[in-house]
């Protein structure tokens, strides 16, 4: 089993920066992904970026290219999500999740989830 465990959302206005952490425990390992997801009310479950735990592959949406960075500290045992440029389409309950698979982030399907933090920005 992994635990996921996001921080570090809230309330911004548009154009602030904002950075996700989602600090992993249990059984992690290095052939795992992580991604972070986000859902906005009445909306499908949004894939924004995928890593793996090595940090060399990852994958960004459109929607947030150029404006959010995935990394991750194998050491800590944390991935992050650093978003700028925030507006307020990016309003959303973001989860991070796990799998063994970077394929299977992509399908917007994870072995592992974490409970979600809300990020609200106000125009």
């Known amino acids: 089993q992994v635990q996921l465990v996001e921080s570090g959302g809230g309330l911004v206005q548009a154009g602030d920066s904002l950075k996700l952490s989602c600090a992993a425990s249990?059984?992690?390992?290095?052939?795992?992904?992580m991604g972070w997801f986000r859902q906005a009310p009445g909306k499908e479950r949004e894939l924004l970026a995928s890593i793996t735990w090595s940090g060399r592959t990852t994958y960004y949406a459109d929607s947030v290219k150029g404006r959010f960075t995935i990394s991750i500290s194998n050491a800590k045992n944390t991935m992050y999500l650093q978003m700028n440029t925030l507006k307020p389409e990016d309003t959303a309950v973001y989860y991070c999740?796990?799998?063994?698979?970077?394929?299977?982030?992509?399908?917007?399907?994870?072995?592992?989830w974490g409970q979600g933090t809300q990020v609200t920005v106000s125009s």
């Open positions: 999740a796990a799998d063994s698979s970077f394929q299977t982030l992509r399908e917007r399907r994870a072995d592992y």
């Open positions: 249990g059984r992690t390992s290095n052939n795992y992904a």
